[in-house]
């Protein structure tokens, strides 16, 4: 009773936030900036999110494959689209959508849940480590302080290195699981099967593909800001879209980190000399549209997810 009175309180609290930030920057211009948006720019930033999905799943493919199971690519496309839209929709920072998408794996696709989480740690490293090296160059643009710019440049730099070595080398931390008991033996199975897995040729591949989408969702961010008319710098979309993914992943509570993540990203693109109300209405653009592009892929897998199961 009281996680749901705590899930209740995090999402008024960022509804709350959402609204007044909205309010303070003049509703009626956000509603005008978003009413006027260019037709032409969000087909382009739809058709973006939609590549980033697909390289999403293209990279959960090769990496399934890789763990020795078969699996189509159409159902990678639906199984990695329910993880994306469970990122953005789920109060779970990140780990709502997996779950999702592995229960799906293990229910519909025939694929065991410790593999599946196997599979998705992994491919969740490697989009964490794309979005390290996004914010390595984004860092360096000019736009923040020295110091921010250095400490962002070192921070991100030592993610690739950890992010890679907990990919590459996941059996150096099994000693650590001998502590956690019956939970212990878990962490185990799972860290064998992603040492197994990462070894594996496809893994070069699906790195590339995580990066693919790291990019193409980072120019599907810049597509809904120019609808709106403004012209972001390229350097600050590749430091303000990672920081945008990073903000979603944040414990919050919140679903989908409402108001978190879309003013934290919006006062990324202010300090570019974008005005505020702009910069706001053009992220929560992106985020409707990513939204609605996830929902285009997943609605039709649930629906058939559910008429068989209840069969």
Known sequence: ??????????????????????????PERIATEISGADPFHLMASAALEAGAVTSFAAGWYLIVRASKHEISLRASVKASAMAILG???????????????????STKLGLPAKD???????QRMLVASSLAALIAPGSLSGILPETASYTLLVGSSMAIVIVLALATFPHAFLPLSKRLGRLGRTVEGVVEGMGSTARSRAIPVAAGLALLQTMLSSLAQAMALTSVGSRPPILMVLLAYPVYAVLLAVPTGIPGSIGIADSGTSAIYAASGIPWHMALSGVLMYRMISIAVDAAFVIPALIDWARRGSR
């Open 1 to 26: 009773m009281m996680r749901a009175w705590l899930r209740v309180t995090l999402l008024a609290v960022g509804m709350v936030a959402l609204t007044y930030i909205i309010y303070s920057s003049g």
């Open 116 to 122: 599946a989480l196997s599979v998705g740690l992994l």
């Open 87 to 105: 990122d953005v929709a789920l109060p779970s920072a990140g780990a709502g959508g997996e779950a999702l998408r592995i229960t799906y794996a």
